[in-house]
């Protein structure tokens, strides 16, 4: 324990005269309070746009119920009267909102929150007419990314370990301290994987410290999320250490060592990922053509033609069991009955093409998942994503759960509609409401799998360069 | 003196052949790019064929939709996607993150769908690999592992004093070791950037792209400035270290710290200084000034009762029943047209956030010239934001004219009152031509670019500052 103090303390002087090394901790500290900032405040305005988007929704069914208590004298009151009331105008006028809220620390990881839209306005007219929309964003800065917390620790905090470590062995070496360090009874490999603690442990405090005030700005945390958090911060740190005790073990010059150190982060940051994304493009390409003609506004041939509306009309019915007997009942708003069958049975006839799309999309990421064993840098921006829910796969969810919704959205005007029933003020009290499905079960064990393949690749690496370290000549 | 420089290069070219860890790094640079440039070369045919098959199966249902009212087929619309440029092959730039087809339709000018990124998970976020990437930020770092020790090791073995002692100087030395490494520099561009015209010419069978030649030759101008810039500054920094470490370190930080960090933190800044508002709330604001007017007191209703007395007036009828031509044509014309109105000002005030943003980006060029290699880069693929906005600009004129002509083809050829009593055919359609786009003149695109131009001559005249004087000699 002495001798540690006594290392630790002699480490801690030598970063305190290098003035280089205190200004890359403070600035990789100030950045890393920046990021924070910017990630706070980019789910904020998110939040602040889903608070619109409510706000929106609200006032409108609260405008519906309230013409229920008016009198209708003037155009304007009768229209919205009928539109709150009658399902042949409310089944496409009224609209609702799925939501896809932020988890209390989105702002540490946005993912993919700023690609992929967080709200879809709804009615029970056609889905896919209402689902390809994108949010507004400035597509440079979509393509520079994000400068949140994940960010440092994934790109800058292995930097600062790089630079830290990489002349541990290699300086003493060239300063001529080496022959006197081996003269010490408690061994060389031993100094220097205590010299590597005291760094561990400076960093890893870092990292918690930055994690810390984090959290402190979430609007609510879930105390599993932050664990897991901090969990996947410290493995991802550990292996970094483990890559450096490796590069360290070689017992190469200051120079080779920084070099090698800075290919491997280009090769696990920039390189792997990038070339993992070409042989993606080439090998499972995505074809977004085929939606285009999914998404187009139809409308009928010979709407005028009252055959041609009930034939329509009786297409739709026949695959509706629940609604029998609103066949005798399509005299009464025909054409909005037929034009709200025409757009059920359109989605319907695409529902093969937009599966296949979506299809597309799971086996490219399914087959990049593969891959991710390999880089733990990418595995644990996954990980991080996953754990406060701005992975890819919540979008996913998010979409199949829109899917319900627009289910439960066409059920409830339809009905009505084709049933020729009425909204009345007490329907207000059932409408629609949207249930984000998550597969937590799904979402926990993907964190364990790939928190447990970082840790065995950084277990893996440390018994290797203890092996090495003690083959190897000084 | 110039015999002394070539003398000086020939001898450092031998000292980089000898070292094959750096034969390693520079074998491992040129499979990059090879792989870069076939990867682009394959996802820009597998995606130009997409493209053109749907646009054909597009123009095919345009043109067969059969017997419709107008403003039904202007409601059917049909959909333009974006083409490939032919250099995206080399630097994707914003194709990824700009939404790839357009649904053109009457009174809802939509937005572009499918954006690329949205489907290829949260790797995509690490970068793609691009030719332009490899030029941009790999071959840089082996400039740097080449370059960081050219000078510290001769002051470590002492051969600089040697130099000098015969009579060169450090002015000498330095442009040597320069012309040694833009040599090696060159070696890969060159071939690089003949093959990248070649792989153009034999592939750029279509119109969208007309000067091939033009932007190669700049892209090669741009990257070889770039490269010479920091080529010259690597080999300064090794002349001014004390230490191979120290001159390494030096290089190292400045190529993370104006590689990485600069251009994400100034874009993030930019964005936070020039927030842009949620779709939502921006539909809102367009719908709200469609309905009550741009200027106070200017509703819809009003507007069209100021329509029809104007028509009235005119024609000198009582009612618009009497009217010649169908009202309502005339009618939903003037609503397109103030709508285009409504949307061109509130699309002019986010696209002036949009530049402001990118404008913060610029800037920090003349600290890191990655940004300007890289948004010029972009300029010249055609694959930047500009470009975007002039495709989005030419599809929304398209649409004007699609809807304006199925407008105008209503009110002169239908009655007022009548809807399905008319029906217009294929004739109709095929007065609106498929729809063709030719990118414009790289030169066109310069004047969005002047910072990063100004940057980049800046960097190269910092780097000529810099080159020691013939009679300075550091090492006294």
Redesign the interface.
Known sequence: MKLILLLWQRESISIMRNTFQIIMLGSIFLLGIYAIYYGHSKISVQQKAINDVENIESTEFENYKNSFNTKHISTKEKQLFDIASNPAFAWYRHQYHAILPSNGLAHLSLGQRDIEPYYYKLTSSSLYYQLFGSELANPQKLYVGNFDISFVFIYLFPLLIIAFTYGLYAEEKENGILPLLKLQTIGLRKILILRILFYYVLIVSLSIVLSSIGFMVATEINLMDGFLWVLAVLCYLSFWFALMFFLISLKRNSSLTSICAASLWLLFLIVMPAVLNAYANIMYPIDNTTLADVTRRRSIENEDDPNEAKAIIREYLHKRDDLKGADSLMNINTMAKTYASFTALNDNHHRKEVLAYYNQIALRQKKIAQFRWLNPAVNTQGILNKIVETDSKVFQSFYHSIENFHKDITKFYFNRLFLNKNISFEDYNTLPEFNLKIDKTAKNQQIRYGLAVVTTTTFLIVLLSLFIFNKRPS | MKHQIFFIARKELRSILRQN?LKVLFTFVIV?LG??LY??H??YK??KS??E??QK??RV?WLGQ?N?HPH?AA???T?I?KPKTLLSLFDF??D??????I?L?AHFPH????????????????????AA?VLQ??LP?LII?IT??TFTKEKEKGTLKLLASQGVSMKIVYLGKVLAYTLVVFTITIPFFIGLYLIGVNNNNDLVLTDLGLRTFLLFLVYSVYLWVFTSFSVWVSLQSSS??SS??TL?IFW?VTG??I???S??L???IY????????K?DIQNDIANGMNANDTKDKRIERLKQRYLKEYRVDSIHQLPINFSGIQMQEGEEYSNKVHDFHNAK?YK??KL??RA?SFMSFIAPYIAVRNLSMAFSAT??YS?NDFQEKTSDYRRHLIRTMNNDMAMNSKYGE??EYKAGRNLWETIADFKYTIPKATMNLKYYWIELVSLSIWVLIMFILIPSSFKNKLD
């Open positions: 860890s990059l792989f870069a990867a682009g394959i996802s597998q995606q997409m493209i098959t749907a199966e597009r249902e059969g419709k039904i409601h059917y619309g959909y996607f730039g914003l990824t993150y700009t939404g790839t087809s649904y339709e937005d572009f769908m499918f954006r690329p990124v949205q489907g290829y998970g949260n790797i995509v976020r690490f970068g793609e690999l691009s990437l930020l790999l770092l592992f960081f020790q191979a470490r390494l370190l190292l993370i990485i960090i251009p994400k933190t874009a993030n930019g964005e936070t927030p842009i508002p949620s779709m939502k709330m921006f809102e986010l956030k949009f943003q990118n980006g930047d934001w975007f809807f399905y």
